[in-house]
């Protein structure tokens, strides 16, 4: 792709995503619908003014991680260490229901116990970058709830790497034939990381007048311009590159870069890089993300396989739904709490096309296989927060009347 077919084609998606984006917010549904339908419009499934291009892939990196970033920064650490031992079962619960359903309902449907294996993966994924917009949108990512959902979609997406490392070590005829040198190493690079991650959000918690101080005495040194905002952006990309060296996803390193440094920066430029990361994301990288999303979903190659792909997708959105529901039950969640939770829990997105892109690559997923997963990835998010928000409002009004008779006590 040229440079200047692909600014053209920047403006076309971002002018449509957010006349769409506008029009849903006006019909009091969260904008990231109007924006997957934008991409939708545009691609193959109807229009075909564009197709998915690797010439945007690099875009869809950055997209997701100035969206994880971002939805670090918001977030409240102290928050996300109480929920912590709620979200690791909410996590366990949603991820393995999901999976062993998928597994048989592939075997069921006579793929082979490695492509069986793929797409039980494929169902257990919660996408974080989904289930933070979506969040944002409904004002509640700096809740417990939302605590919960992002800190038990990060432990999910971590379980789905884990299990693709140990999938992919299978021979092709899916006999358990895994090297156990491996996944030990995977594992050990992904404790390694998270101890680390670990010991200097604890360093900064307790020294949090003292690090922001540091940090301002150095960014007061140097003469360039925005140079505040290009710290910021060096310490998450320097993370990101670290979780993608620890055999993770580098969205994790962006969320974990924004959730440490993102209240803790700097006591000068904090906001005004808050202001830069926010206008950046939302301005551009959101909506182009989910026209992406939408591009990448062709009603066409469904043709043949829809009780196949129908019936993925009723067990998908059913056993995340009710998955998560059950964990936050266990964790004493409230019967309301818990259905926002596994309403919530069960976007896919993007991170379910990645893997979903590697299947294929590898020779597991074939092609109708794969356009089934990019199917059931967009018609879950656009799904997620459609069914979620009756259950957010009633929280919502819920919340108002407690806090309306402390007032009048």
């Known amino acids: 792709m040229q440079v200047e077919e692909f600014f053209i084609a920047l403006v076309i998606m971002l002018l449509v995503a957010k006349l769409f984006g506008e029009i849903f917010r006006r019909l009091k549904q969260p904008a990231l619908v109007g924006e997957l339908l934008a991409g939708i419009i545009l691609g193959p499934s109807l229009f075909g003014f564009f197709k998915p291009d690797e010439g945007f892939d690099v875009f869809k990196g950055l997209a997701v ?16 260490k109480k929920t912590s031992k709620y979200a690791f079962v ?26 069986s294996l793929f797409i039980g993966l494929l ?55 895994v090297n156990h040198l491996d996944v030990m190493e995977s594992v050990g690079k992904i404790s ?18 003292a690090v922001p101080q540091k940090i301002d005495a150095f960014i007061s040194r140097l003469r360039t311009k925005e140079a505040g905002f290009g710290v910021l952006l060096i310490l998450a990309v320097t993370f990101s590159l670290f979780a993608h060296y620890s055999d993770l996803h580098f969205i994790v390193g962006a969320f974990f870069a924004g959730l440490i440094f993102g209240k803790n920066f700097s006591q000068k430029h904090t906001e005004h890089a808050h202001g830069f990361v926010s206008g950046f994301t939302f301005g551009l990288f959101a909506p182009i993300f989910f026209v992406l999303i939408g591009l990448e979903f062709n009603v066409h190659s469904l043709a043949d396989s829809i009780p196949f792909f129908v019936a993925l997708l009723v067990i998908a959105v059913a056993t995340k739904v009710i998955a998560g529901y059950i964990g936050a039950r266990i ?12 309403c919530l829990m069960n976007g896919r997105g993007m991170v379910e096309l990645a893997i979903a892109s590697i299947g294929y690559s590898v020779g597991i997923l074939d092609v109708r296989l794969f356009s089934i997963a990019v199917a059931i990835g967009f018609v879950t998010t656009i799904l997620t927060p459609i069914i979620a928000k ?20």
């Open 90 to 115: 909410i996590s366990a619960i949603a991820f393995f229901v999901p999976f062993f359903a998928g597994h048989q309902a592939g075997l069921f449907f006579g793929l082979d116990n490695i492509q």
């Open 390 to 409: 009756p259950f957010v409002e009633r929280l919502k009004k819920t919340e108002m009347n407690t806090q309306y008779d402390k007032m009048a006590t």
């Open 65 to 80: 991680f100035f969206l994880m970033f971002f939805a670090g920064m918001e977030m409240n650490i102290g928050e996300v």
């Open 192 to 209: 390694i990381f998270f101890g680390i991650v670990a010991a200097l959000a604890l360093v900064i918690n307790t020294q949090s007048f």
């Open 123 to 177: 169902l257990s994924i919660t996408a974080i970058p989904v289930s933070a917009i979506i969040l944002m949108e409904f004002g509640l990512l700096k809740s417990k709830i939302g605590s919960a959902v992002i800190t038990a979609a990060v432990i999910n997406d971590i379980l789905a790497l884990l299990v693709l490392a140990v999938i992919l070590q299978l021979p092709s005829d899916g006999t358990i034939s």
């Open 331 to 342: 964790t004493r969640f409230s019967h309301n709490d818990g259905l926002v939770i596994g």
